[in-house]
């Protein structure tokens, strides 16, 4: 039997204690006599008040005994329910729609991380594991429990503690506290939502040669106006303080980004600008030899598809009609597509990819002729070092706009995704509560007892007359 065990038989021993003394007391008045001689209730209360000092004290430390006992059950057993308060957990998922497994609760990240900012030392994350238990909450429906066969997935999970020999020395109420703490952290980690592309990274612009440093911004700036548009696509109708959406403000900085980035650019290659210029002549002309390699690929599988197309497209039906309804039931001949159609698709992209290759091709070329055959001047440089800084300056202020637009979107729509609930105020109330209860059915039954048992009287003794 473990120690929490023995401490719970000894807290159901003490509140079964008043009610076993109630039927002594009962015993006694029935069964015990009183020397031949019928005792009053004044005589009773006498007995009574001749033990009183004996009867308050035996009372005391029934109180002082239940209260310590409460407190060990406490420390040494203890639970606190951790609750799931988003869309998808009443479908058993995580908010990226993953599946949720209540088992990550007491894992061991999660326990290591635990014992660390809860200053749980003198304990391993195995030796601790194996005093946690989870548990789904049962929902209840109208104060009846459901039935087994009704499938119901729980939104909340009790995280239970019970004490080994090897955890005897750590507070019940901090284990629990920690360890749904640290869930609760690694949880809103994994999550929440991420806003990676909103930390703009300076020193890697600053590193980077002068067209290199355009490539960049491009892609922060891109990475921002995709975060907005995916905001967008979650909260179509959200207004900020300031008047935005999140629509609006993605469309203010793709025309920004239009307009200002290619103004950066064409300044650049115009005045052949470069911090490292042999270093960057040789990585445009690598980058070109790698595109035209991908130009021939796509140039081929697009010639390839329309040979095969031309080999086929006789001997194939164009076209397959499949009865099919529309949404007011009525029937209609849909067209399917059959594989020459996925042909043509295929050879659409290749022709595509081809093209956009093309175009990359001739926009190096033509920033290696820049630069192989303009010379800057220390103005050029310092001119484009300013547009680039300005670029930068507008761009984290939107990102820094995106953030707060975010953050108000989720504290107004999301609320927290975990909600955790601890009894321990309830318990220090509850434990008054239950505990003047007790100590007052003590006082009676006591009372009892010792009112109903008999006092032997004492015998006088004398000389006796002849």
Known sequence: MDIAAIIRLCRYGLILLPVLLLFAAAAFFVQIPNLGKKRTVRERLRNLKKHGKMWVMVCVLYAACFALVSILQARVENDITIGLNYAGASGGLTPNNTRFNSYDIIGDEVLEQAIEDGGLDGITAKELQATLSVDPLQAEDDDEALAEEQYYISTEYVLRYEASLKTLFLDGNQVVESVAQAFAGQFYDRYSRKTDALELDEAKVDEADYLDKVNILDRQISGVQNFL??????????????????????????????????????????????SDEDRQLAKLEYENLIKDLNYQKNTADYEVRLETIEMYERDMATIVLVPTTDEEGEFYMSRTKIAVDDFADEADVSSQTAAKTLNEIENNRYAISQLAGTEASETDFETADGMIASFQETLSGYADQAMKMAVDFDAKTKGNYIVLTSDQDKFFKGLVRRGGMLTGAMLFSTALVIMAFPVSKKKRTGRVSE
């Not at 025309?255 to 200002?260: K, L």
């Not at 290619?262 to 052949?272: F, P, Q, V």
């Open 229 to 274: 548009w995916k905001c967008s696509a979650e909260g179509e109708n959200y207004v900020s303080e300031d008047g935005e959406t999140f629509a609006s403000l993605a469309k203010k900085i793709s025309d920004y980004q239009t307009v200002e980035l290619e103004r950066i650019r064409a300044y650049i290659l115009t005045k052949g600008l470069s």
